[in-house]
């Protein structure tokens, strides 16, 4: 697969977006889908998009999430509940520690594709990789990132 960019590296989003977060994983005997909607920051800086938000991990506690976009890459931080510093580049295979509150998990990720779309109001990114656990094979997966201006998001209540 290739990396593709549509729509260039520009960055003209509001700084208040709306961000949602859709993983599937693709296993042998059930897929597995999670969403997560919630508002949080936009900025482009330095060539690389940034987004920032408080992703909910519990009831009670949230994970300070930081995604950054460059041509190349994608990296993931997560910190609370969860800790976790994931890097995507095509091709590649990175590995990290998933730390929750019971344990750490040791990751690796092989990036398949890195597809980023921009358009005025709108971004999205897709991902798909393979994603190993203590060095056995789980499954693959996609995660799809769509970045809305919250002047142009369709949000109940404003």
């Not at 989003?13 to 059930?30: A, H, N, P, R």
């Not at 909607?37 to 992703?55: A, D, P, S, W």
């Not at 994931?86 to 295979?93: A, G, H, V, Y």
Request: charged residues 30%.
């Amino acid at each position: 697969m290739e990396d593709r960019v549509r729509g260039g590296m520009r960055g003209k989003m509001t700084k208040d977006v709306l961000i949602t977060v859709s993983g599937l994983q693709f296993e042998t005997e059930e897929d597995e889908a999670v969403e997560v909607i919630c508002r949080g920051e936009y900025f482009f800086r330095n060539g690389k998009h940034f987004l920032v938000y408080n992703e909910p991990t519990s009831e009670d506690e949230n994970s300070k999430c930081v995604i950054k976009i460059s041509e190349q890459s994608v990296e993931v931080s997560k910190k609370g509940a969860i800790n976790v510093h994931m890097l995507f580049e095509k091709d590649i295979s990175n590995m990290t520690y998933y730390t929750t509150p019971v344990g750490d998990i040791l990751i690796e990720i092989t990036t398949h594709e890195i597809l980023w779309e921009e358009n005025p109001d709108r971004m999205s990114l897709r991902l798909t990789y393979a994603l190993d656990m203590n060095y056995q094979h789980i499954s693959e997966c996609e995660l799809t990132i769509q970045i809305d201006s919250v002047k142009g998001a369709n949000v109940k209540g404003e």
